[in-house]
């Protein structure tokens, strides 16, 4: 069992910023693959960005490309996802999560791929 605590969201003006983290209860955190999913008002939970194990593959959903980062530190048991230009559509409760088996990253875009989430923090972009 791993239990995940993200942090970091708030409220910020369309371009801004914001920078989220996600801190994992044990070590055995290094051999999974963790995702970011969002989920707006009224909207299925979507996928957001993923990173393996290592750290040397990350993934992106498109409408984040080139806008959001997700890097870890598996020696803090931790994920983050950097959120930069962001826009009224960002708006949502951001989750991390990490994927059913170790060393896996096969379906990372799929929720139904990770077996533990966190509580999830509030995103709210103003225009």
């Known amino acids: 069992q791993v239990q995940l605590v993200e942090s970091g969201g708030g409220l910020v003006q369309a371009g801004g910023s914001l920078r989220l983290s996600c801190a994992a209860s044990?070590?055995?955190?290094?051999?999974?693959?963790m995702g970011w999913f969002r989920q707006a008002p009224g909207k299925e939970r979507e996928f957001v960005a993923a990173i393996t194990w290592s750290g040397d593959s990350t993934y992106y959903a498109d409408s984040v490309k080139g806008r959001f980062t997700i890097s870890r530190d598996n020696a803090k048991n931790a994920v983050f996802l950097q959120m930069n230009s962001l826009k009224p559509e960002d708006t949502a409760v951001y989750y991390c999560a990490a994927h059913r088996n170790a060393y896996d990253s096969g379906r990372y875009y799929d929720p139904n791929e990770y077996a533990y989430w966190g509580q999830g923090t509030q995103a709210t972009i103003s225009s």
């Open positions: 044990r070590g055995t955190f290094s051999r999974e693959t």
